[in-house]
C-alpha cells in the first residue's frame, strides 16, 4: 500500500501527488474496511473508489531494485515524466499490432494512438536496502503490452479490469517479449497497488523464478491471446453493437474479407477471427453478399487454426466483377481450403482455376504464384507429391528473381518437406542451396523462417543428413517457444519426439497437456500431433492395431486431408502411408 | 562507509547517553532530475518551500534497516532537504542542537504531523526519532550518515563499595517507604541498590510532629537519622571510578528517559491505552535519577549529569502541559515529590 495510506496520513505535498492517482482508477485504494479507507476518499475528494474508465492502465518500471509505479492514460493532464525513445517505439508497435490481433477494429486505433499517454506518477518500491533514483524519463520496452491494453480499451471504449497489469514487451505483430527486473515490478505491485492481482507476463517469461506472493501470474504469448482474456466474449458482445448501423456492417464485412485474405504470416493467432466471425453471422442481419464475406473470413480463420471450415464458393458472376488479383486470391483459398479439409470438392473448382491459369509459371502474376502454391499442395496429399515437389521448387526460385524473397519461405518450405517425404536427398541439396543463399538476407521473416526451419529438420532427420544434433535441436526450440504457432510448435514436437524415440520426455508431457486443454480451439494442433506421435509410435514398434487406432483418431480430427490420402493410397499399407504423407 | 559519530555529537544535542549504532551513507537525490512545476526549488528557501508544503519538490525515497520503520527520503543537494515519517500511531520527534530553533529548521506539516521535513543545509547533525527507532542525520557534501541510535542496554556492572541499604532500611519508620524500596534491595544488583538509597534520601519523611522536632534536635547535635544521613555518608565515601561510574549510568538512563518521556507525551495526546500509567512510570523514574543526583551531589560530581536530565526535563514540561490536570493526585511517591519539589515537572504527573 502507499506508504502515506499505510501511515495514515499524507501532507499536502503526498495529496497532490496522490489525488490524481487515486481519482484515475483503484488500483491504489485500500481495502473499504482499512483504516486508510477514508483517508484515500478525502484524498481523491471522492465518496469512494472510482470505477474503471476506458484507456487508464497502471503499469510498473524497473531501475536496479528500485521499482516505479506509474498510471498510464489518454486524459488531459501533465505527464510526471517524459517517454523515451524505446518507450514510444513501443507505444508505436502497440499501434501496429492492435489491428492484427483484433478479430476486427470498428473504430480507428489512430485516435488511441495519435496522443502520447500520460504518466501519472504513484510512487517508488525499494526492494532492499538503497535509494530511489528520481526518475524523469522512462525507457525501455516493457510497457509494451500495457500500452497496447490502452488503445484497445480507447479504441473500443471499454474499461479494463481493475485488477490487471500488465509488464511485457510487444512487437509489431503482436508476439509479447520478456522484461527485466520482474521479481522487483512484483515486489512493486504488491507494495503499491494493492488492487492489483492478476499479472499479465509473456508466456516465455512464466517459468522465472520470481516469488509471486500472492499475484496471479498471467502468461501469455501474444497480444490478441491477452485481448481474449481481458475483454473475453465482451469484445463480441461490443462487435455486435457496432454491426447494427448499416453502414459500420458493411464496412465491417469488407474488412473481414479483406483480412481473411492477407495470409497466414499476418497474424499469429486466428482463432478470435474465426470466433467474431462466426458471432457476426449469427447476430447481424446480412445482405447475401456481406454473407459471403464473412463466411469467407470465418472459414479461412478455421482452416489456420483448426483446418477446418467451410469455404463457400462464390457464383461465377461475382468472382467476375473482381479485379483478376482478387479472383486468382480468392480462388488460391479455395484451392487451399480444399486441400486441407476436402471441401469444396476440386471437381467444382477445376473449371475456374483452368480460366485463370497460364501455360508458363514465369509469365503468371504473383497472385497467380499463389494459386499454383495452393494447387501443388493439393497435388501433395492426392498422391502426386513429386509433381508437387518440382512446382513448389520452381515457385521458389521464381520468388526470389522476382525480388520478392519473402514469399519464397512457403513453396521452399514444402519444397524441403516433400524432399524428406519422397527420400529425394538431391532435391533436399537443391533446397537448401537455395535456402542458404537467402539466409544472410533475413528474408523469410519469423514466420517464414519457423515453416522453413521446421520442413528442413523434419526432412534431414528423414534423410539421415548431418548434423543430426542441430536439426534436433532447432526442432527442439521451435517446439518449446510458446510464442511460436501452435500447428508449427506441436508438428516440431512430433518430429522431435519420433526422432529421439524418447516418449516419456518433458515435450510428451506438454504435447499431452496441450492435447487435452479443454478449449477445443486452442488443442487442435496439439490433438493431431499427439495421434500422429501414437501412430509413429505404433508403427516404430509394430502395432498394428494400435496404429489403426491413431489413424482412426486422426480422422475424426483431419477429415478431409485423410479423405485425400485415402484415395492416394491405393494399395500400400495405409497407417504408413498417414505417417508419412500427413503433410502438417 | 561505516563510522560512529563521536559521543561530541549526540552529547551537542542533548542525549550524549545514547548509542550508536551502525552508520549507513545515503547521497543527495540526483540533480537534474526534477520533476518540478515553476521555479526550480534550488533557488528556494526551506521557509519558503515549507510555506507552499513542499508541493513538486523531488524527493528519493530512501530503505535502509538503520532506519527501521521510519519512511525516509532525500532531496537534491541544491535544496539539502531530508522528509522522515512516522509509522501509523507514533510522533516524530527531532532533537537540535541548542543553538538552532526548531520552527528555522523542521517543517511538520499541520495535516500530517507524523511527518517532518529538515533542512539540513542549516542544522547538518539532526537526531530523529518515531516509535523505537532513532537516527542520528550527519549532512555533507555528497549526502547524509544515517546512524541508528538507542538507549544503551548495559547495566551498572559493580561498584567499589555497594550502599548497604538493608541497614538503613532496618532503621526505617517510615513503612511506605520501606515497602517501596524492599524490592530494590530484593533485586540484588548496583544500580538498584543505588536507586534505593537515593529514594531514602529523598523521600524519606517523618511520620508524625514529634518525629520531625526529633529529627532536628539530632540535626543540631550532629548526628542525624541514620536513614538519611546514611546514604550520603556512603556517597561521599565512593571512589572516583564508582562516581564515573555512576555518572554515566545517569546520562544512559537520562537518554532512554528523555525518548520515553516524548513518547509518554503523544499517548497523552491521543489518550492511548493506558497512557496515565505510562506518565506514573516516567515520573517515578524521573524521581528515581533525582534521588541518584542528591547521591552524587554529595560525592562532590560534576555537572555533567545535570546538563543531561535538562532535555529530559524540557521534554517533561511538555509534557507536564499535556497532562494539565487530567491525574488525580493520589500517588504517594509523588506526593511526596511535590511536598519537596513543588516545581518538579514529574511531581504534577500523578
Not at chain 2, 205 to 226: C, K, V, Y
Amino acid at each position: 500500500m502507499l506508504a502515506e495510506l499505510e501511515r495514515g496520513a499524507a501532507d499536502r505535498a503526498a495529496r497532490a501527488r496522490l489525488a490524481p492517482v487515486l481519482r484515475a482508477g483503484p488500483w491504489c485504494w485500500p481495502s473499504r474496511d482499512h483504516p486508510s479507507y477514508d483517508l484515500a476518499t478525502a484524498i481523491a475528494g471522492t465518496n469512494s473508489a472510482p470505477p474503471m474508465t476506458p484507456a487508464a492502465i497502471p503499469a510498473v518500471t524497473v531501475e536496479d531494485r528500485c521499482g516505479y509505479a506509474w498510471v498510464l492514460h489518454l486524459a488531459d493532464g501533465p505527464s510526471a515524466v517524459e517517454l523515451g525513445r524505446e518507450t514510444l517505439r513501443s507505444w508505436d508497435a502497440a499501434s501496429l499490432a492492435l489491428p492484427r490481433s483484433v478479430p476486427l477494429l470498428w473504430r480507428t486505433v489512430d485516435a488511441a494512438h495519435a496522443r502520447v499517454p500520460r504518466v501519472l506518477a504513484v510512487g517508488t518500491h525499494l526492494a532492499g536496502a538503497g535509494q530511489a533514483v528520481p526518475c524523469r524519463i522512462v525507457q525501455g520496452p516493457s510497457f509494451g503490452l500495457a500500452f497496447f491494453l490502452l488503445q484497445a480499451s480507447r479504441a473500443f471504449g471499454a474499461p479494463l479490469p481493475p485488477d490487471l497489469i500488465a509488464t511485457a514487451a510487444i512487437r509489431e505483430d503482436g508476439v509479447l517479449e520478456p522484461v527485466g527486473g520482474l521479481d522487483v515490478k512484483l515486489a512493486t505491485i504488491r507494495a503499491l497497488l494493492p488492487g492489483v492481482r492478476r499479472v499479465l507476463v509473456a508466456a516465455t517469461q512464466a517459468s522465472d523464478p520470481v516469488d509471486a506472493g500472492g499475484l496471479e501470474i498471467v502468461p501469455v504469448r501474444s497480444a490478441s491471446q491477452a485481448l481474449d482474456l481481458v475483454y473475453g466474449e465482451s469484445l463480441a458482445d461490443l462487435l455486435l453493437q457496432a454491426g447494427a448501423d448499416p453502414q459500420k456492417r458493411q464496412e465491417l464485412a469488407e474488412w473481414f474479407f479483406r483480412f481473411s485474405l492477407v495470409g497466414r504470416a499476418e497474424l499469429v493467432d486466428w482463432a478470435p477471427v474465426a470466433s467474431a466471425a462466426a458471432r457476426a453471422r449469427s447476430g447481424w442481419p446480412l445482405t447475401a453478399d456481406q454473407a459471403f464475406q464473412i463466411a469467407f473470413a470465418q472459414a479461412v480463420a478455421e482452416r489456420h487454426e483448426f483446418n477446418a471450415g467451410v469455404l463457400p464458393v462464390p457464383d461465377e458472376a461475382w468472382l467476375q466483377a473482381r479485379p483478376a488479383p482478387l479472383r486468382l486470391q480468392v480462388l488460391a483459398h479455395l484451392v487451399q481450403q480444399c486441400a486441407d479439409t476436402g471441401a469444396p470438392d476440386f471437381a467444382e473448382l477445376a473449371p475456374r482455376v483452368a480460366t485463370m491459369r497460364v501455360p508458363r509459371l514465369i509469365d503468371a502474376q504473383p497472385m497467380g504464384w499463389r494459386l499454383e502454391g495452393a494447387l501443388a499442395r493439393y497435388q501433395a496429399v492426392t498422391g502426386q507429391p513429386r509433381a508437387a515437389m518440382e512446382t513448389q521448387a520452381a515457385l521458389a526460385r521464381l520468388y526470389v528473381e522476382a525480388l520478392s524473397p519473402a514469399d519464397a519461405s512457403f513453396p521452399l518450405a514444402e519444397w524441403l518437406r516433400l524432399s524428406g517425404v519422397l527420400g529425394d536427398r538431391h532435391a533436399f541439396a537443391n533446397a537448401d542451396a537455395l535456402r542458404e543463399s537467402l539466409v544472410p538476407l533475413g528474408a523469410f521473416g519469423l514466420a517464414g523462417s519457423a515453416y522453413v526451419d521446421l520442413a528442413r529438420s523434419r526432412a534431414a532427420l528423414r534423410l539421415g543428413i548431418e548434423p543430426r544434433d542441430a536439426f534436433l535441436a532447432r526442432l527442439h526450440g521451435l517446439a518449446t517457444d510458446p510464442t511460436m504457432a501452435s500447428h508449427v510448435r506441436w508438428s516440431a514436437a512430433r518430429a522431435w519426439i519420433g526422432a529421439t524415440s524418447d516418449e516419456t520426455s518433458a515435450m510428451t508431457t506438454a504435447l499431452a497437456a496441450a492435447a487435452s486443454t479443454p478449449d477445443h480451439r486452442r488443442r487442435h494442433a496439439a490433438a493431431v500431433n499427439a495421434a500422429l506421435v501414437a501412430l509413429d509410435t505404433a508403427l516404430a514398434t509394430d502395432q498394428g492395431d494400435a496404429a489403426a487406432v491413431a489413424v482412426a483418431g486422426l480422422e475424426t480430427l483431419e477429415a478431409g486431408i485423410l479423405r485425400h490420402l485415402a484415395q492416394a493410397c491405393g494399395d500400400r499399407p495405409w497407417p504408413a502411408f498417414v505417417a508419412l504423407h500427413y503433410p502438417y | 562507509m561505516t563510522t560512529v559519530p563521536p559521543h561530541d555529537t549526540l552529547g551537542s544535542l542533548g542525549i550524549p547517553g545514547l548509542a550508536a549504532a551502525e552508520t549507513s551513507r545515503l547521497t543527495w537525490a540526483a540533480s537534474g532530475e526534477s520533476q518540478a512545476l515553476g521555479a526550480a526549488p534550488a533557488a528556494l528557501a526551506f521557509a519558503t518551500l515549507a510555506a507552499s508544503g513542499f508541493v513538486d519538490v523531488v524527493f528519493a525515497s530512501v530503505a535502509m534497516p538503520v532506519l527501521g520503520r521510519l519512511d525516509a527520503a532525500v532531496s537534491a543537494s541544491t535544496t539539502r532537504v531530508m522528509r522522515v515519517a512516522a509509522p501509523r500511531g507514533h510522533g516524530v520527534h527531532v532533537h537540535l542542537p541548542s543553538d538552532v530553533r526548531m520552527d528555522d529548521v523542521a517543517y511538520v506539516p499541520d495535516e500530517d504531523p507524523g511527518t517532518v521535513y529538515i533542512d539540513l543545509a542549516a542544522a547538518p547533525t539532526v537526531l530523529v526519532r518515531a516509535g523505537g527507532d532513532a537516527v542520528v542525520l550527519q549532512a555533507d557534501e555528497s549526502g547524509v550518515a544515517v546512524t541508528g541510535v538507542a538507549p544503551r542496554l548495559d547495566a551498572l556492572a559493580s561498584l567499589d563499595v555497594p550502599p548497604p541499604v538493608a541497614t538503613w532500611l532496618a532503621t526505617s519508620r517510615d513503612s511506605w517507604l520501606v515497602e517501596q524500596v524492599t524490592p530494590l534491595v530484593d533485586a540484588a544488583d548496583p544500580w538498584s541498590s543505588v536507586v534505593a538509597a537515593g529514594m531514602l534520601t529523598r523521600l524519606t519523611t517523618p511520620s508524625s510532629a514529634d518525629e520531625a522536632r526529633a529529627w532536628l534536635d539530632a540535626a543540631r547535635r550532629g548526628t542525624a537519622e541514620a536513614t538519611v544521613a546514611g546514604p550520603r555518608q556512603w556517597a561521599r565515601g565512593l571512589t572516583a571510578v564508582d562516581v564515573e561510574r555512576l555518572q554515566a549510568q545517569v546520562i544512559a538512563d537520562a537518554a532512554a528517559l528523555c525518548l520515553d518521556v516524548e513518547d509518554a507525551t503523544d499517548d497523552v495526546d491521543a489518550r492511548a491505552d493506558g497512557w496515565d500509567d505510562l506518565v506514573r512510570e516516567v515520573a517515578h523514574r524521573r524521581d528515581d535519577l533525582e534521588g541518584v543526583l542528591l547521591l552524587l551531589d554529595a560525592a562532590g560530581a560534576d555537572a555533567p549529569v545535570r546538563s543531561a536530565l535538562a532535555v529530559v526535563d524540557r521534554e517533561g514540561a511538555v509534557l507536564r502541559l499535556a497532562v494539565g490536570g487530567a491525574v488525580p493526585h493520589d500517588d504517594e511517591r509523588l506526593r511526596r515529590v511535590w511536598l519537596k519539589d513543588p516545581d518538579a515537572w514529574w511531581a504534577h504527573a500523578g
